[in-house]
């Protein structure tokens, strides 16, 4: 079995090799070999012109001649030299047979747009790795199969552009197609790939490509799901070194496999749950809608690098005004008050009865009668301010002179403001000149300001992310030979096997004793000192609390033995057919906040690590976050400030603040025994490890091997 640095190594050098491949493959192409049907259709036509007037066509097919001028040749054997891409079209059982042919005749970029593959059926799966095979063998790069014809088309700059271009890159070519119409509200693009079922380069190549490439500023993906995690996380980390924001619209936010768990933490770090995880470790802005990944990809790569987060909110009414207000305010979107100097300028343009300390209020009429010289004071006076980062114009409807007088305003404006602008059109009708004004000016534009103030709030933490970007180790000790012993099995270990686990982890435990009948619980006790808590040991059990079979508070010889037979006659009674090992006689340990940690396995990133409110409440809470391996300490603190019960680590109502650095050590030493241990643990849940001032400790244990 491969360790995951050699996955990453591979990962890594696939990476580097794509990147070399892609960039020639996007160089201007000199001829063009079109596999399939002959088709001389306008449509075509018009096809062929998007690679440019002095690029070279020809069909492949068996019929040979020409047609429209365009010859024909009846393989691609026969192909001129110049041919340096071919666009496949036929039927998907001669796909592999192409592919070869093409690297035989040196052709080495290959768009397949035939479909028939995975998408329909293990058949097509099959014949899908036959063509992956020949991808290899012969040294070509493919593009789908499955995908549409997209790669190559050449999308018109808006006028008065300004900012940066986005580099797109969608597993849905239908989906993908409103984003690029984006052009119409002033979006740029650099260019649009389509990956189809990623036979050969996916997502992550992709993404990697646009990190490294100069003319990109903003990466945009719609993805249905990903091919190599190892892969994706390298291009994520590509982009936050080139400081590339990455805007995703992530499909499949299901609970998949997460019922079917046996312990909290499975059920705790659901799929959606995972890949959240995995966004905010790279910054990853995660959008959930066509509209807002265009809106919020064309803000980012319209907005300068290093902006602040304070807004100044302008609008032509109080209810505008008041909208803007509350829609920033739920977002946690800054917009402080102008300082006073700034109120009082705005006041000698602006009426008395308006509210300008922010948000700026005109009052509507004073767009209409004031001179633009005037109103475009007021738009220096409120960029001039201190407090003031990002200048918010907010336009419900088409208003007529209203609306247009407004636009025509940030149109003026924008080129000379020293502060960025957005702009907010909320009015379907977009014939109007007021939107044809904003679109002209180059400013981002939004369509609600609900997405305005979510992309906004977005921005602001990426700014703040981007200091702490930075690369994870995968590098572990490895499991010692007691750890690996433990491991195998399939199914809950019992409990000697799990302290054999964790104890060689250096995860600090409850000091526990087992007994096997009622005069070891005594003698147990008597070791321990103090007050002991006895539970029932079996690995037929999980939740043995649920069941009744835990019992704190024991102070005695008599009740250790009473509570022993008791535990045994309740456990034969719950699950007459479950081993039982005996019963655990442990250290009762103090008052603390009782916390969840523990590992699970997701299908497509592997091994996962979940920190979260803890005890039998955990599943109801649901006050958890999740990362997939590997993390750091800084992500282990993230985590555990995104949780709802974080403030009572630090004293709440008298109590006294918990050990925030033992609690992170004690983590940090889970995931490292999950990332030592990859596939082999299916399922690690520590429930309740309570944090106390001077320790985290886990009181309770369940370890589910995979066998693997």
Aim: hydrophobic share 45%; proline share 5%; glycine share 10%.
């Amino acid at each position: 079995m491969r360790t995951a640095p050699q996955l990453v190594a591979e990962a890594r050098a696939e990476l580097d090799h794509s990147l070399d491949d892609l960039r020639r493959m996007f160089r201007k192409k000199s001829g063009i070999a079109y596999v399939g049907r002959v088709d001389t259709s306008p449509q075509a036509q018009n096809w062929f012109r998007r690679f440019g007037d002095d690029v070279r066509f020809c069909y492949v097919n068996p019929r040979g001649g020409e047609a429209a001028g365009v010859p024909v040749y009846t393989s691609i054997a026969d192909v001129p030299d110049y041919v340096d891409l071919a666009v496949v079209k036929v039927a998907p059982a001669i796909v592999p047979q192409v592919i070869a042919d093409c690297g035989r005749r040196g052709v080495r970029d290959v768009i397949v747009f035939s479909s028939g593959f995975s998408e329909v059926g293990p058949e097509g799966a099959a014949l899908e790795a036959k063509v992956a095979d020949a991808a290899r063998e012969f040294g070509v790069r493919v593009i789908g199969p499955n995908t549409n014809d997209n790669t190559f088309e050449q999308f018109p700059v808006p006028e008065h552009h300004r900012g940066g271009l986005i580099g797109l890159v969608t597993q849905s070519g239908f989906n993908g197609r409103p984003i690029v119409e984006g052009v119409a509200m002033g979006a740029a693009f650099r260019r649009w790939v389509t990956v189809g079922n990623e036979v050969d380069l996916e997502v992550a190549d992709f993404i990697n490509y646009f990190a490294h490439d100069a003319q990109t500023s903003v990466i945009a993906a719609y993805v249905e799901g990903f091919k190599s995690i190892a892969k994706l996380r390298l291009a994520l980390e590509a982009a936050n070194a080139q400081k590339k924001p990455v805007v995703m619209l992530k499909m499949g936010s299901t609970e998949r496999g997460a019922r079917m768990a046996a312990s909290h933490t499975g059920h705790l770090a659901g799929a959606d749950a995972v890949i959240d995880g995995l966004f905010r470790q790279y910054g990853v802005i995660r959008v959930r809608d066509l509209d807002e990944l265009l809106e919020t990809a064309n803000l980012f790569a319209k907005m300068p690098s290093d902006t602040g987060p304070n807004c100044g909110l302008y609008s032509v009414s109080g209810g505008s005004t008041t909208l803007m207000a509350e829609l920033a305010d739920s977002y946690g979107v800054s917009f402080p008050d102008l300082t006073a100097g700034t109120v009082d300028k705005l006041y000698t343009h602006l009426p008395n009865y308006v509210t300008v300390s922010n948000p700026i209020d005109n009052g509507g009429g004073f767009v209409i009668a004031a001179p633009q010289k005037q109103r475009l004071e007021v738009l220096e006076l409120i960029a001039a301010d201190p407090n003031v980062d990002v200048i918010v114009v907010g336009l419900t409807a088409a208003l007529g002179l209203l609306s247009d007088s407004f636009a025509a305003d940030v149109l003026a404006f924008a080129p000379r403001s020293p502060k960025p602008i957005v702009a907010v059109w909320g009015s379907v009708l977009t014939n109007s000149p007021g939107y044809r004004d904003l679109v002209r000016s180059g400013v981002p534009i939004f369509r609600s300001f609900r997405k305005c103030f979510r992309a906004l709030r977005a921005q602001a933490d990426y700014e703040r992310a981007k200091a702490s970007f930075r690369s994870r180790s995968w590098d572990t000790p490895a499991l010692s030979p007691a750890q690996a012993a433990a491991l195998n099995c399939d199914g809950i270990l019992d409990s000697a096997a799990a302290a054999s686990l964790l104890d060689g982890a250096g995860i600090d435990r409850a000091r526990e004793r087992l007994a096997g009948s009622p005069a070891e619980a005594t003698e147990a006790l008597s070791a321990l000192g103090g007050r002991v808590a006895m539970k029932l040991a079996s690995p037929d059990i999980a939740h043995k609390s649920d069941a009744g079979l835990v019992k704190l508070g024991v102070a005695d010889g008599t009740s250790a033995a009473n509570t022993y037979a008791d535990l045994l006659a309740r456990a034969k009674e719950h699950a007459p057919s479950a081993r039982i090992e005996g019963v655990l006689v442990q250290e009762q340990i103090g008052s603390g906040v009782e916390m969840i940690v523990g590992l699970s396995q997701d299908p497509d990133f592997g091994p996962t690590l979940t920190v979260g409110a803890g005890g039998i409440y955990a599943e109801i809470l649901k006050d958890a976050a999740t990362r997939p391996l590997p993390v750091d300490r800084d992500d282990i603190r993230e985590m555990i400030a995104s949780l709802r019960l974080a403030p009572l680590l630090d004293g709440a109502r008298g109590a006294a603040p918990v050990d925030r650095q033992a609690l992170v050590e004690f983590v940090f030493r889970v995931a490292q025994l999950g990332l030592a241990a990859g596939q082999r643990i299916a399922e690690l849940d520590l429930n309740p490890v309570i944090v106390l001032p001077d320790r985290a400790v886990a009181v309770d244990a369940l370890v589910v091997a995979s066998g693997a």
